[in-house]
Nanobody
Framework: QVQLGESGGGSVQAGGALRLSCASS????????MGWFRQAPGKAREGAAT????????TYADSGKGRFTISQGNAKNTLYLEMNSLKPEDTAMYYC?????????????????????WGQGTQVTVSS
């Protein structure tokens, strides 16, 4: 079992920045796929960015390319999402996710059903 807990959400104005953190605990594995997903009211959960902890390969949704950066902490039990140049359309609940397998293809890496473990989410609100 893997437990995930997010922090760092908040309210910012358009053009601002936030850094989300996800602390993982529980069983340890040599490598797995971890990522950030988001869900706005009335919309499906969508992948924002993922990282294969074994290879370091990252995958970004088009919506966040050039603005979002996913990374791991030195101890590799913390996942970060740096978000810059935030837009009102980035407003959503952001979830940390993990699964005990590699991230697969770019499509698989951003698919919610690829992931087994989920955090409770942290709210990000961007005002215009």
């Amino acid at each position: 079992q893997v437990q995930l807990g997010e922090s760092g959400g908040g309210s910012v104005q358009a053009g601002g920045a936030l850094r989300l953190s996800c602390a993982s605990s529980g069983d340890k594995y040599s490598s797995y796929c971890m990522g950030w997903f988001r869900q706005a009211p009335g919309k499906a959960r969508e992948g924002a960015a993922t990282i294969d902890t074994g290879s370091g390969v990252t995958t970004y949704a088009d919506s966040g390319k050039g603005r979002f950066t996913i990374s791991q902490g030195n101890a590799k039990n913390t996942l970060y999402l740096e978000m810059n140049s935030l837009k009102p359309e980035d407003t959503a609940m952001y979830y940390c996710a993990a699964t005990i397998k590699h991230c697969g293809t770019a499509v698989q890496a951003l698919a919610a059903n690829w992931f087994r473990y989920w955090g409770q989410g942290t709210q990000v609100t961007v005002s215009s």
